[in-house]
């Protein structure tokens, strides 16, 4: 899956298959601005399509600008919570089956390829990482073999 849940939209949103690792979370979100009306009302449409209606958004209250209790998004409404406590790093959707989805949340002014890596990461079969590692300017830096590693820290492998 591309870094748009659906070419062409303007929601920026990559989920992990169905039957990828749980990890930290179940795909990303990029929204444009940290206007929740606007940002909330975009991602809740494009969940509908694929997932079906959410009941529930939890969100960081220092992450966003001030938010309304409710919104409705195509017919359905949607409880919004603000916590101080949740990562404001991720968002968390609960559906009407009590199904919880939670999505790293990218920063609206991340740089375009930062962005898109993260949401490519987030969504992969069997990424665990953590928020912060996601997130981060080089999450998953190469792996040295023993050998790099030993001719880096002073040893010198014998000519073959």
Known sequence: MGPD???????????????????????AWWPRSTNPTTEFTSLLTALM???????RLAYNLTAWDPAPRKLRVQGHQVRLEGFRTLDRRTIGLTDSSGHHVVLLLIPADTTELRGNAALARAAERHNVASPTELLADDPMPIEESSEARWETEGGHLLPA
Do not use: C, Q, Y
Request: charged share 15%; hydrophobic share 30%.
């Open 5 to 27: 849940l659906h070419p062409g939209s303007a929601t920026r949103l990559t989920l992990k298959p169905a039957t990828g690792s749980r990890g930290f979370v179940d795909g």
């Open 49 to 55: 399509a694929t997932s079906g209606p959410m009941t």
